[in-house]
């Protein structure tokens, strides 16, 4: 009898014991589906503020940057740049000075082409953020491509709620390492965003300035604020954005430094 | 119209648009058409090495300048097949024991046609070629190498040329036929080549080889070269380049390495051939905070001076410098003339030896962007020295700079004519 009492007590420990794992296993499941759903559905929402910059898989846009340092415009200067997708981009810049310079990135390559010589030069991602406003700031157009997101909890801006996304980076060669972007609930438009770099500080922060051209409403302006250097803003203007595509050829860099006069239109 | 007067008026046109601060329309109608412009205005000083055993030669003396003022102004026309680009270059210079001089220049550095055949890209006309990796030297710039003493802010001339170039993904096949039309006795530029090229870009490495026929002297000279760049990690580029050459040629002065005659009747300078020349070079670049770059190179170059051929030079100068005191006038012009040809050993390689070390800091700052360079020869403990300073706040860019040439007396750097020379620059690109 004894032994049919220790049986069952054992029999019903070990069922118990599967019991609670296979609990603690849907639990887990569970917990993983409804994170992988908050991931999934963060990262629909960039691709919605994406779509608010890049509206198109190939495009053509006109940057203008300014930049302001205690409330005095120290500098200013344009570029155009050509976004494929893949993660490819190419900057041309076209003020005095640096007039037909280009940087050319492909996924985590990167080269430098300065105007007066026929040869590209293979530059590190470290020597891309050299500058004022890094060639990230002005060629990168879309997040989702770059970045995994993650829902957090609403936070309160200037007395509305709003979403709070936190990317990170999933690629190499990106200027920042994580983004916190700052959504409206509804249409998911973005309001404002904080840039951290490697170390984990927060290198700038950003407002944007949605407008209505007729046939969408896009973002025009990105107001940039350095956290670092204090009294340091940059204003990334977007005063043309059109669907556009180059060929294939204007991405090779051997291609680009052959044709110094670069004639794409 | 002169070409002074012209590069002038021009000049007024792009100072008005210059002096503007920046504006879309204006650029977007200066340069709605196919051509764009930069202009560049120069003034350069210079310090003189007395130590040099050719400092005081009267010829020489007579060449020295003080300063000399430069206008560059590029045109440049890029149209669907047709590339142009027109330097038109202005200098005065000016002279301690004479009146300012005035030379000026046009030059066409560039024209082309290209079109394609296929998925082939052919060019026909002159061009700018430059192949390699490295920024103080190149071992497979084979074409056209560019000289890295100068101050100007202008476009390298082309090459006349027809090329057959395939672009595919990121590699590029190419075929070169270079100066067709000149003979074979021609060097440098002009010299006559046929080239064959490939180059890819993986994920972390740009990487090319070349191969390359000339004729030297009724000879065949077959060069073959490698190299690559090589992204290490995020901050670290490291970059290098094998050159091979089956014969090269150097010009030697006829009587280095004697000491029983020391005066030449005819110009002593020669051209000498050697076989299996190598030059490699090995460098890199680190980034090393958000705002600060090193670039460090090491190469060695077969075709430059050995350490033998400066030594056996300089005691030759060192002899012919030890007549100028003769009391016979004969001796002493005979002197003067010899070594005034002597000289000229520093007009090969950029004044190199073979073994060099070069060192480059920038700071990128928010207006300001200091550099700093170092050449350095450690068989001689001589170097250049160069300090720039470039702004970048207004539509016109200003860059200045000082370069010192420094070492013992019997090192290359220490025998220059020149022991320093600064500058400022004014340019813009429109």
Redesign the interface.
């Known amino acids: 009898m004894k032994i049919v009492k220790y049986i069952l007590a054992t029999s019903l420990l070990i069922s118990s014991i599967f019991a609670s794992a296979a609990e603690q296993e849907a639990n887990t499941l569970a917990e993983n589906n409804m994170a992988k759903g908050t991931d999934q559905e963060a990262n629909e929402w960039v691709k919605i503020v994406d779509s608010y910059r890049q509206f198109s898989e190939s495009i053509k846009v006109t940057t203008r940057i300014q930049v302001i340092n205690n409330g005095e415009k120290e500098k200013e200067k344009l570029y155009e740049v050509y976004i494929k997708p893949g993660r490819k981009s190419l900057v041309v810049f076209k003020s005095s000075g640096e007039n037909g310079q280009k940087v050319l990135m492909l996924d985590n390559m990167f080269w430098l082409l300065m105007p007066k010589s026929p040869r590209p030069i293979r530059i590190t991602p470290l020597q891309k953020l050299l500058g004022d406003a890094t060639t990230g700031d002005i060629a990168t157009m879309s997040w989702h491509e770059d970045y995994d997101a993650v829902k957090e909890s609403p936070v309160e801006i200037d007395g509305v709620k709003v979403d709070s996304v936190m990317l990170t980076a999933k690629v190499q060669g990106v200027s920042y390492k994580s983004i916190r972007l700052f959504l409206a609930r509804e249409s998911h438009k973005p309001l404002k965003a904080e840039f951290y770099v490697s170390s984990g500080k927060l290198a700038k922060y950003a407002s944007f300035v949605i407008h209505n051209t007729g046939k969408r409403e896009q973002i025009i302006k990105m107001e940039l604020t350095d956290a670092i250097q204090k009294g340091r803003v940059t204003l990334v203007e977007y005063l043309s954005n059109e669907s556009y595509s180059i060929d294939d050829k204007y991405y090779n860099p051997q291609f680009l430094a052959n044709d110094i006069t670069l004639k794409i239109d | 119209m002169n070409t002074k007067l012209k590069i002038t008026v021009l000049s007024l046109v792009v100072a008005v648009t210059?002096t503007q601060?920046?504006n879309?329309q204006a650029?977007e109608l200066l340069t709605s058409g196919?051509l764009?412009y930069?202009y560049a205005l120069q003034q350069e000083w210079y310090d003189y090495n007395n130590k040099s055993y050719v400092a005081d030669l009267q010829k020489i003396s007579a060449e020295k300048q003080s300063d000399t003022d430069t206008e560059i102004l590029e045109l440049?026309?890029?149209?669907?097949h047709i590339?142009a680009?027109v330097t038109l270059k202005g200098r005065t210079n000016k002279n301690s024991s004479r009146d300012s001089n005035y030379d000026s220049d046009a030059i066409v550095k560039q024209l082309t046609y290209s079109n394609t055949v296929g998925t082939w890209?052919y060019t026909i006309g002159r061009k700018?070629?430059?192949?390699?990796?490295g920024a103080a030297f190149?071992p497979l710039?084979v074409i056209q190498n560019?000289d890295l003493l100068t101050f100007d802010?202008?476009?390298?001339p082309g090459v006349d040329q027809l090329s057959l170039?395939k672009?595919?993904?990121?590699?590029?096949l190419g075929f070169y036929l270079l100066n067709p039309t000149q003979n074979k006795y021609q060097v440098g530029l002009k010299q006559r080549a046929i080239l064959t090229r490939y180059?890819q870009?993986k994920?972390n490495?740009?990487w090319m080889t070349l191969f390359r026929i000339t004729e030297q002297q009724k000879k065949q000279n077959v060069q073959f070269g490698i190299g690559g760049?090589f992204?290490v990690?995020?901050?670290?580029?490291l970059?290098s380049s094998l050159l091979v050459s089956s014969n090269y040629i150097k010009q030697e002065h006829s009587l280095d390495g004697q000491s029983s005659i020391i005066f030449a009747e005819s110009n002593p300078w020669n051209k000498v051939e050697y076989t299996n020349g190598k030059t490699f070079m090995v460098g890199g670049?680190w980034?090393y905070s958000?705002?600060n770059?090193i670039m460090f190179e090491y190469w060695h170059d077969d075709l430059a001076l050995s350490k033998n051929q400066w030594r056996n030079h300089l005691n030759l100068m060192a002899l012919q410098y030890g007549q100028l005191n003769s009391a016979t006038a004969d001796i002493r012009t005979i002197a003067e003339g010899n070594l005034a040809w002597s000289y000229q050993a520093f007009g090969h390689k950029q004044y190199a030896m073979q073994d060099n070390i070069f060192l480059r800091w920038s700071y990128?700052g928010?207006?300001l962007h200091p550099s700093a360079t170092v050449l350095y020869s450690p068989n001689q403990s001589g170097s250049i020295f160069s300090a720039l300073l470039n702004i970048?706040?207004y539509?016109?860019?200003f860059n200045t700079g000082v370069r010192i040439f420094s070492g013992p007396r019997d090192s290359v750097y220490g025998q220059l004519l020149r022991s320093g020379e600064y500058y400022v620059t004014a340019?813009?690109?429109?």
């Open positions: 210059s601060t920046f879309l650029n196919n764009s930069s440049i026309y890029g149209a669907e590339r680009t890209d700018f070629t430059g192949f390699g990796f190149r710039d560019q802010r202008e476009s390298q170039e672009f595919s993904g990121l590699s590029n180059s870009s994920e490495a740009d760049s992204v990690t995020e901050a670290l580029e970059h670049n980034t958000a705002r770059n990128q928010n207006t970048d706040k539509t016109v860019k340019y813009g690109d429109f």
